[in-house]
């Protein structure tokens, strides 16, 4: 059985400092996944349900380990109990935990149970080097099955889990991706990069962040735009109507909304939206969402976007960027060829920022919850000094939640108020046609 597997180059990019992984700042980053509710939780059940988790997902409890060449290993310690800290607070608190100082010296899975009033919220905290959102919200909700197991006497959930530490996504692409393909993917960028002009380089957002991030609310924002069930509906009715996909319409609205923030304020800009691309299912044999790993990697779609566009016909670029994207395998290629960049002008380009980027988890089932417990929302958040401004996207039980996320020393939050009132200000014009 596996106890211990080298760290792999990709998931090096999360556990060094100051690392970048393309236009994201990923060394040491948190991800933050949890639920506020309405009601008292059971500290103890908690614990023994976290301690559960850590037993079923081998990465949980893995702790990096150096030996004496340097070399970075992750290593199962089987004895690795997750700490729960309970505390009270609210959202200041909230906020001030996802801003707080990172150490992982003493593993790579805890949580935090913060209790205001008649709420209760349950923060899971994973190194993101060992997890992506999609397997962190796969584990929230078995969170919430093993909980209400546990509160209301049933059967707990049946766990048949490898026990071996899984493989990095890294390694099992270059099972898939042959040396020959990374090679000729890496030649159509740099070719690329040549036929591009300044004109037709991408526009970003103006820098007019404080530099330091020193505001009360701390350094990393986020502001949420949140749909019931009926407008969640006819934003899926509209992207069907127009054969597109969701994703594409909120990509296609984002960058309508941060063209309102750029100069000059007349005729079409290029803009690129950046996208947070699972690539489990490139994998032979493909991955469940349940396997506890980090398998994010991203590609970008350009588009020309003018004061006045329409969020549905850049929709329509959007999705053609995707479709390439797609025939090309970009999202598979991209973690491989990271590790393969020789020159100056290919690292340029793999390195620019996104215009906005988006991470879109999809659509996800409510969560289970014992009587006495009323799910109000799920909150998801990973941030890294230096990040792009990007939406993060989930639909829990039929309700769709947009974060608006960003790191103010880049972009205060007035300007992303603006952003976000624009984005808003699109969703309701894509609902209305």
């Keep these: 059985m596996t106890a211990q597997r080298p760290v792999t180059p990709f998931e090096i990019s999360y556990f060094d400092s100051g690392t970048h992984l393309g236009s994201v700042p990923t060394g040491e980053m948190p991800l933050f996944i949890g639920s506020t509710v309405h009601g008292g939780l059971d500290v103890e059940i908690l614990r023994r349900v976290l301690d559960e988790l850590a037993a079923r997902h081998p990465l949980l409890r893995s702790k990096p380990v150096a030996d004496s060449d340097g070399t970075m290993y992750l290593r199962r310690d089987d004895a690795y109990r997750p700490r729960l800290e309970v505390a ?5 608190e909230y906020l001030n935990l996802v801003n707080g100082p990172r150490d992982w010296r003493d593993g790579l899975f805890r949580a935090h149970l913060l209790h205001d009033g008649d709420r209760d919220q349950i923060v899971l905290v994973i190194h993101h080097g060992i997890s992506d959102g999609r397997s962190a919200f796969a584990l929230l909700s078995e969170m919430w099955q093993r909980y209400t197991a546990h509160v209301t006497g049933t059967a707990l959930p049946q766990s048949d889990a490898d026990q071996e530490l899984p493989e990095g996504v890294d390694i099992r692409l270059a099972a898939v991706v042959s040396d020959a393909e990374v090679t000729e993917w890496l030649d159509r960028i740099r070719v690329g990069a040549s036929m591009m002009g300044p004109d037709s380089a991408p526009r970003t957002l103006p820098i007019d962040g404080d530099g330091v991030g020193n505001g009360q609310l701390g350094r990393f924002a986020v502001q949420r735009i949140e749909l019931d069930t009926k407008e969640t509906q006819a934003l899926v009715d509209a992207a069907r109507t127009h054969g597109l996909s969701v994703n594409s319409l909120l990509a296609g609205a984002a960058l309508v909304a941060v063209r309102t923030q750029l100069e000059p304020g007349t005729g079409p800009l290029p803009v690129i939206c950046g996208h947070a691309v699972d690539v489990r299912n490139e994998l032979d044999p493909s991955l469940p969402a349940h396997t506890v790993l980090n398998c994010a990697s991203g590609v970008g779609t350009y588009a020309l976007v003018a004061e006045n566009a329409s969020p549905i016909d850049i929709a329509g670029e959007v999705a053609a960027g995707m479709r ?18 020789q020159d100056e002008v290919t690292a340029a380009v793999l390195a620019a920022a996104p215009t906005v980027a988006i991470s879109n988890i999809g659509r996800l089932p409510a969560h289970s919850t014992p009587d006495g417990i009323r799910h109000i929302r799920d909150d998801i958040y990973a941030m890294g000094p230096g990040m792009p401004p990007k939406l993060t996207v989930f639909t829990v039980g039929g309700r769709l939640t947009i974060q608006v996320e960003y790191d103010t020393a880049m972009h205060s939050r007035a300007q992303m108020g603006k952003v976000s009132l624009a984005l808003i200000d699109a969703l309701q014009g894509i609902r209305a046609e």
Excluded at 88 to 92: K, L, S, V
Excluded at 324 to 341: I, K, T, Y
């Design 324 to 341: 390439s994207a797609l025939e090309q395998r970009e999202a598979a290629m991209f973690p491989l060829a990271a590790q393969r960049v």
């Design 88 to 92: 009270d607070g609210g959202e200041a």
